[in-house]
Antibody
Framework: QLQLQESGPGLVKPSETLSLTCTVS??????????WGWIRQPPGKGLEWIGS???????YYNPSLKSRVTISVDTSKNQFSLKLNSVTAADTAIYYC??????????????WGRGTMVTVSS | IVLTQSPGTLSLSPGERATLSCRAS???????LAWYQQKPGQAPRLLIC???SRATGIPDRFSGSGSGTDFTLTISRLEPEDFAVYYC????????FGQGTKLEMK
């Protein structure tokens, strides 16, 4: 059964870099025909797509975050990671990793991790 | 593309019909519009994609319709487990979400 699990520090200081990892089980990132990505949700607020990648293709970022975001993959561990630099309190959110088809009529975010809460505070 | 959902909160009773609206600031290409359900403390769950196609395992009381800039999610007969927050999302031009509609029990 496909599962995604986020992990990383729950507290990050302002101006530092937020780093999270998503561990995938039940599918292989490197041989999958799916995109993998990150979505966040500030407490009590709505959802914001951060970025997605296809293993043998491109990586796409939300234009509003592009200058601060990097998504990378470690196929040996079947994991992918998110780095968001120069964080502020506005980056406090639940961060979800997701899987989605990446194109076509059915490109919904079909598989979600349980999410991990990250607080930006000194 | 900015998505605006209405109403912000909808108060209904089990057994009633729920109609949730999502309006886009510009036409959503190919009706690339999805709906999600989110319950407290849980990740969102995909309900509908392609504006009208139910995701795997979604009960047929959930239906989606619309095209262009106006889309609707209808729940034909509300079950107690349907009370949650619902989000629309477009994937025709990058990925953006609406702000959500809270469906609460009257």
């Amino acid at each position: 059964q496909l599962q995604l699990q986020e992990s990383g520090p729950g507290l990050v200081k302002p101006s530092e870099t937020l780093s999270l990892t998503c561990t995938v089980s039940g599918d292989s990132i490197s041989s999958s025909n799916y995109y993998w990505g990150w979505i966040r949700q500030p407490p009590g607020k709505g959802l914001e797509w951060i970025g997605s990648f296809y293993y043998s293709g491109s990586t796409y970022y939300n234009p509003s975050l592009k200058s601060r975001v990097t998504i990378s993959v470690d196929t040996s561990k079947n994991q992918f990671s998110l780095k968001l630099n120069s964080v502020t309190a506005a980056d406090t959110a639940i961060y979800y990793c997701v899987r989605h088809p990446g194109s076509g009529w059915v490109d919904g975010f079909e598989i979600w991790g349980r999410g991990t809460m990250v607080t930006v505070s000194s | 593309i900015v998505l605006t959902q209405s109403p912000g909160t909808l108060s209904l009773s089990p057994g009633e019909r729920a109609t949730l609206s999502c309006r886009a600031s510009q036409s959503v290409s190919n009706s690339y519009l999805a709906w999600y359900q989110q319950k407290p403390g849980q990740a969102p769950r995909l309900l509908i994609c392609g504006a009208s196609s139910r995701a795997t395992g979604i009960p047929d009381r959930f239906s989606g319709s619309g095209s262009g800039t106006d889309f609707t999610l209808t729940i034909s007969r509300l079950e107690p487990e349907d009370f949650a927050v619902y989000y629309c999302q477009q994937y025709g031009n990058s990925y953006t979400f609406g702000q959500g509609t809270k469906l609460e029990m009257k």
